[in-house]
């Protein structure tokens, strides 16, 4: 007479999931592991099948389309059997009620100066030394923001260049800029935190004074230029043109 295959226990199926695990991490990048394989969690192991909760629809979907071949072949080569994997999306109550970090307030930082100087230090680089990457806490609605800021900060110029990043408020959005900024800092780069408001003001000003060359010369020796509020952009196309070629003379020169 046949058995039936024996289901395997849960527990098992975690022990097999962790140890995936520290194998992923050591052959993904580490944004790319932080954002999509950190996090989930195995729920039963059965028939070569291993069933995954994610925390989203979206996760869901970059782990099947994305990184399902070096999963499964990595579960498979420890089970040593076939593995299967299907994803699940199972919402993490403690990451739904994770408190997002309140944007930076200018009053908690002192106003801008008139003239920014991009800078190797936080004072003149106007970056706030408080918001880092290890004070930052990640949630459902900022977790894949913080991926591609880690991942700029790590390789400025190199990983997603330029990187935009748009939200609600309270989402963290400055926390991030002034985070890359910090770790740009201690690699020695020439860095500015600036708001677009900033920027325009003082494109008027080198217009009105005539030392438009002092103004492109500033902002275009820069190796990390961090711009808040860029929705100041809209309608003002001079504003506009001029960041455009800054941006331009900063792209070509990573």
């Known amino acids: 007479m046949c058995s039936k295959d024996r289901g ?18 050591l052959q993904l990048d580490r944004p790319t592991f932080d954002t999509w394989v950190k996090g989930t969690r195995a729920i039963t192991l059965e028939d070569g099948v291993l069933v995954v909760s994610v925390h ?5 979907d970059w782990l099947e389309n994305r990184l399902y071949g070096i999963i499964q072949r990595t579960l498979s080569e420890i089970a040593h059997q076939t593995i299967t994997v299907r994803f699940v999306v199972q919402r ?5 009620t994770a408190r997002e970090e309140e944007p930076l307030l200018e009053e908690e930082w002192g106003l801008e ?3 920014s100087t991009p800078g190797y ?28 800021c880690l991942a700029v900060a790590e390789n400025p110029g190199l990983a997603y260049n330029p990187l935009f990043i748009y939200g609600g408020v309270g989402l963290g959005k400055t926390h991030l800029l002034h985070a890359i900024g910090n770790r740009t ?16 003001n003082e494109m ?18 820069i190796e990390v ?9 809209l309608g003002k196309e001079r504003t506009q043109e001029e960041f455009f070629h800054t941006f331009n003379d900063l792209y070509q020169e990573n």
């Open 8 to 25: 395997v226990s849960p527990m098992d199926a975690y022990q097999l999931w962790q140890t995936a695990l520290g194998r992923l991490q």
């Open 56 to 60: 989203s629809a979206y996760a869901k």
């Open 92 to 96: 993490n109550p403690m990451l739904e």
């Open 113 to 115: 100066p008139k003239a």
């Open 121 to 148: 230090d936080a004072e003149s680089s106007h970056v706030n030394p408080r918001y880092t990457f290890e004070t930052f806490i990640v949630g459902q609605s900022n977790r894949l923001a913080h991926a591609g």
């Open 185 to 200: 800092l201690g690699q020695k780069r020439k860095t500015l935190y600036v708001s677009t408001e900033t920027f325009a």
């Open 204 to 221: 008027i000003n080198a217009i009105r004074n005539r030392t438009t060359d002092e103004f492109r010369a500033r902002y275009r020796t």
């Open 225 to 233: 230029l961090l711009l808040d509020d860029v929705q100041f952009l």
